[in-house]
Antibody, heavy 115, light 110 residues
Framework: EVQLVESGGGLVQPGGSLRLSCAASEFTFSGYWMHWVRQAPGKGLVWVSCINSDGSSTGYVDSVKGRFTISRDNAKNTVNLQMNSLRAEDTAVYYC????????WGQGTLVTVSS | QSALTQPPSASGSPGQAVTISCTGTNRDVGGYNYVSWYQQHPGKAPKLMIYEVTKRPSGVPDRFSGSKSGNTASLTVSGLQAEDEADYYCSSYAGSNNYVFGTGTKVTVL
């Protein structure tokens, strides 16, 4: 069964950094674009970032450009999201998802930015 | 990168049909046939229900169908069942490695 497992979430102070990881299994990871999507408590889904199959092309929502960096390691079947200069409005559950149809999704990891 | 517009809520009785709209622009929904729909139950991760406007992944009941006209995509759930009560989101490719989600619709089965 295709599986995505996120990790790395937690409580961080405004201005701080976190690195999220998503471990993939049971599919050919290097053949897929990968995405990060977030959902603030009680709010809707917001696309955050994507990376192509070999890591040479990326995309970001305007609100995280210059602060977040997506990367991947096809040897380890992982995709990462380095989040710097975190703000309160970045507080959300962060999901990784496979492919440009976002299927499937991981279970999510909660990031809380608060002093 | 403005969110696609969905109605906040929709409802129907068991066995009835409900249709949810997803309105964007010619830079996203109207410009590409890459509209998807997701179902999300409380506390759970979203699940893909429709991709590329009309395609249904294996395992998704054929009660779920998608369509698009101009800058508006639609999801129709026919033969509503209690388990269809959930939040539904659309998404669209928006060009240049950008994607956008809809504002979400809460579907209630009366």
């Amino acid at each position: 069964e295709v599986q995505l497992v996120e990790s790395g979430g937690g409580l961080v102070q405004p201005g701080g950094s976190l690195r999220l990881s998503c471990a993939a299994s049971e599919f050919t990871f290097s053949g897929y674009w990968m995405h990060w999507v977030r959902q603030a408590p009680g709010k809707g889904l917001v696309w955050v970032s994507c990376i192509n199959s070999d890591g040479s092309s990326t995309g970001y929502v305007d609100s995280v450009k210059g602060r977040f960096t997506i990367s991947r390691d096809n040897a380890k079947n992982t995709v990462n999201l380095q989040m710097n200069s975190l703000r309160a409005e970045d507080t959300a559950v962060y999901y990784c998802a496979r492919g440009n149809s976002f299927d499937p999704w991981g279970q999510g990891t909660l990031v809380t930015v608060s002093s | 990168q403005s969110a696609l517009t969905q109605p906040p809520s929709a409802s129907g009785s068991p066995g009835q049909a409900v249709t949810i709209s997803c309105t964007g622009t010619n830079r996203d929904v109207g410009g590409y046939n890459y509209v998807s729909w997701y179902q999300q139950h409380p506390g759970k991760a979203p699940k893909l229900m429709i991709y590329e406007v009309t395609k249904r992944p294996s395992g998704v009941p054929d009660r779920f169908s998608g369509s698009k006209s101009g800058n508006t995509a639609s999801l129709t759930v026919s033969g509503l069942q209690a388990e269809d009560e959930a939040d539904y989101y659309c998404s669209s490719y928006a060009g240049s490695n950008n994607y956008v989600f809809g504002t979400g619709t809460k579907v209630t089965v009366l």
